[in-house]
């Protein structure tokens, strides 16, 4: 069944990756197709276009929008983290434009047995790519009291995770917790009042550490950035959106390092890294959404867009 998808930054993506016929673009994060169906549609239909989705849901429904679409479209149910692999064995050497547009998909929230939701109450599950063995139920059912409190500060920025922690175990010791609605009141009342009425669902940031940490989605991310360049051509652009601080942090990192001719310390007299720059970033600030797109789509509130361009000429490493 076909679901509806609303695709963040669109313009804006489609103005920096510019596809044009006969390339060969890739969608990293397929989700609903939106961005992956203006790509198309830019490129006049000419060229390969690769959408990879971990949701094997997505990648269902995305067989059945793009059937009919012309033009080389091939769909991978897998994780970006193994995107070098993906793109050799569809025998490709390399690509125009990647996109990544990171984060849980308006699907996977909207459909409330998934349980990525703290508005719909269903059994804690959070992973995207059901062949993961690791449930949200399991990890907080399961995780040390010191653990939890690491995954939930660290993946949510949640001050408040000691005190969660700290519930979560006590509650479990009376009954194991299953569902999103258990954990909610769970989170409800570790809060207090005071810090419940500011910043928010009380939930958020704990659900977001959760899904960050059962997902695996910061650990893969720098790599998966690094090695998407590295399959650039020349001029070749990366997008990349993000929706928390701990997302945008490594991209913004990642594209400086990739920038940079050298790596060394300040404080080194002669360069020894041997490290040279591979792209020339397009954002020196991210992009934001439109106060007209936030209006009718609030869950794009939180996006922000960095985009690099991989350098035509390379320097030579030294001593070459």
């Not at 060394?264 to 792209?279: E, G, M, Q, R, V």
Request: net charge positive; with cysteine.
């Amino acid at each position: 069944m076909n679901y509806h998808h609303v695709p963040i930054l669109l313009n804006e993506v489609i103005e920096i990756l510019n596809p044009k016929p006969g390339g060969v673009y890739v969608d990293a994060t397929l989700g609903g197709g939106g961005h992956f169906r203006e790509l198309i549609k830019k490129a006049e239909y000419s060229g390969t276009f690769i959408g990879i989705d971990q949701d094997e849901a997505a990648i269902s429904n995305a067989r059945q929008i793009f059937s009919k679409y012309q033009g080389d479209i091939r769909l991978i149910h897998d994780n970006f983290s193994n995107v070098k692999k993906i793109i050799r064995e569809n025998n490709i050497s390399a690509i125009d434009g990647i996109l990544f547009d990171l984060g849980v998909s308006s699907h996977q929230l909207d459909k409330g047995s998934r349980g990525f939701s703290y508005m719909q109450d269903a059994v804690l599950d959070m992973r995207m790519d059901k062949r993961n063995p690791l449930t949200a139920k399991d990890v907080v059912n399961e995780m040390s009291r010191e653990e939890l409190k690491r995954i939930i500060r660290e993946y949510g920025e949640e001050p408040w995770a000691g005190r969660i922690a700290d519930f979560i175990c006590e509650r479990r010791k009376q009954q194991k917790i299953i569902t999103t609605g258990q954990l909610v009141d769970i989170i409800k009342d570790a809060i207090p009042a005071r810090a419940r009425r500011k910043g928010g669902h009380p939930a958020r940031k704990t659900f977001q550490a959760l899904r960050i940490y059962v997902n695996k989605e910061l650990e893969i991310l720098e790599s998966s950035i690094k090695d998407a360049v590295e399959l650039l051509k020349p001029a070749g652009r990366i997008c990349v959106i993000t929706f928390h601080s701990l997302e945008d942090r490594i991209v913004k990192d990642a594209f400086k390092f990739l920038a940079s001719d050298c790596i060394c310390p300040k404080n080194a007299l002669i360069c020894t890294c041997n490290h040279f720059k591979t792209i020339k970033i397009l954002t020196s600030k991210p992009i934001y959404p439109s106060q007209g797109e936030i209006e009718v789509n609030p869950r794009a509130r939180s996006a922000k867009l960095r985009a690099a361009e991989k350098l035509s000429v390379l320097k030579p490493r030294k001593g070459e």
